[in-house]
């Protein structure tokens, strides 16, 4: 097993598992995880060995989003064209890449999953959860509509997506089965093992067979307008962030420490 950073890559067999290794932030991202991230997709991809793609977290969640506490203090001078260089490379353009990567993925979700979390396991092809999962966007307290990945409306339908967005309230991984976003619930000390029965099932097929089907279903997607509607929402995204620049100069309504403080609340028992 070789370690880079926040991040652990491994082979086994035909299977490629990418685990998030931050455990005591619960796996919280920061930037040079995510660049971190990607070069694992990316190497992941280039290896004709591996047909199948596994994305875990180490620790009792999957990630609690974007690393607030560890992002640093603000520049002197950040402007919205700063922020949407930013979100465009490393949060949309990193979640459309890995969701293009033409090898199946499978993401094994436990705990919590938070906003910027499901920018991670959404890309993914299936996604195969832990009974105490929990899905959630609590971004409106802070000014904003939503995660830059806008899957929602896609994985949810657009009352449930409505609903989750209004509230912030967590989304059970049963419930989440019952809409279609996941695959399937098992007990949390079964969920790398049934990730991987399922990743090694998969990894049975012809690989170029693999490919095809992934595109079909995705290109589907697209012509159904799925890629024209997450870009333009990224765009609404941003209004959020010009709002909240020009009612306190920064790009949430809510100051760090509020910030920090409802993080902790939703981590409560970690």
Same mark, same amino acid.
């Given at each position: 097993m /070789?370690?880079?950073?926040?991040i652990?890559?491994?082979?086994?067999?035909?299977v490629a598992?990418?685990?998030l290794?931050?455990p005591e932030a619960a796996n919280a991202q920061?930037?040079s995880l995510?660049?971190d991230?990607?070069?694992?997709w990316?190497?992941?991809?280039?290896?004709?060995?591996?047909r199948v793609?596994v994305?875990r977290g180490?620790g009792?969640?999957f990630?609690a989003?974007h @690393?607030i506490?560890g992002? $640093?203090?603000?520049?002197?001078?950040?402007t919205?064209?700063?922020?949407y260089?930013?979100?465009?490379r490393?949060?949309l353009?990193?979640?459309?890449?890995w969701?293009?990567?033409?090898k199946?993925?499978?993401?094994?979700v436990?705990?919590?999953?938070i906003?910027?979390g499901?920018?991670?396991?959404w890309p993914?092809?299936?996604i195969?959860?832990?009974? @105490?999962?929990?899905?959630? @966007?609590p971004?409106?307290?802070l000014?904003i509509?939503?995660?830059?990945y806008? $899957?929602?409306t896609? /994985?949810?339908g657009?009352?449930?997506?409505?609903e989750i967005?209004?509230?912030?309230r967590?989304?059970t991984?049963?419930?989440?089965e019952?809409?279609?976003?996941?695959?399937?619930?098992?007990p949390?000390?079964?969920?790398d093992?049934?990730?991987? /029965?399922?990743?090694?099932?998969i990894?049975?097929?012809?690989?170029?067979a693999?490919?095809?089907a #992934?595109?079909?279903v995705n290109q589907t997607?697209?012509?159904?307008?799925?890629?024209a509607a997450?870009?333009?929402v990224? @765009?609404?995204?941003q209004?959020?962030h010009?709002?909240a620049?020009?009612v306190?100069?920064?790009?949430?309504?809510l100051q760090?420490?509020?910030?920090?403080d409802?993080m902790k609340d939703?981590? #409560?028992?970690?």
């Amino acid at each position: 097993m /070789e370690q880079k950073d926040q991040i652990l890559y491994e082979v086994e067999g035909r299977v490629a598992v990418i685990s998030l290794n931050r455990p005591e932030a619960a796996n919280a991202q920061s930037m040079s995880l995510l660049d971190d991230l990607d070069a694992a997709w990316s190497r992941a991809e280039a290896d004709d060995e591996v047909r199948v793609i596994v994305l875990r977290g180490n620790g009792r969640h999957f990630s609690a989003g974007h @690393d607030i506490k560890g992002s $640093g203090p603000a520049p002197e001078k950040f402007t919205l064209e700063d922020l949407y260089k930013l979100e465009a490379r490393r949060y949309l353009g990193y979640s459309l890449r890995w969701r293009n990567v033409p090898k199946p993925s499978i993401a094994a979700v436990q705990g919590k999953c938070i906003a910027a979390g499901l920018m991670l396991c959404w890309p993914c092809d299936l996604i195969v959860a832990a009974d @105490d999962a929990q899905f959630s @966007d609590p971004v409106l307290h802070l000014g904003i509509g939503g995660v830059e990945y806008h $899957g929602h409306t896609w /994985e949810l339908g657009p009352r449930k997506a409505k609903e989750i967005l209004f509230t912030g309230r967590p989304m059970t991984a049963r419930e989440a089965e019952q809409v279609g976003m996941v695959n399937r619930v098992v007990p949390a000390a079964e969920l790398d093992g049934a990730a991987m /029965e399922l990743a090694g099932q998969i990894a049975q097929m012809h690989p170029f067979a693999l490919r095809q089907a #992934k595109r079909a279903v995705n290109q589907t997607l697209d012509v159904q307008g799925f890629y024209a509607a997450i870009q333009s929402v990224f @765009d609404t995204h941003q209004t959020g962030h010009g709002n909240a620049f020009s009612v306190g100069g920064f790009p949430v309504l809510l100051q760090r420490e509020d910030v920090l403080d409802g993080m902790k609340d939703r981590l #409560k028992g970690q």
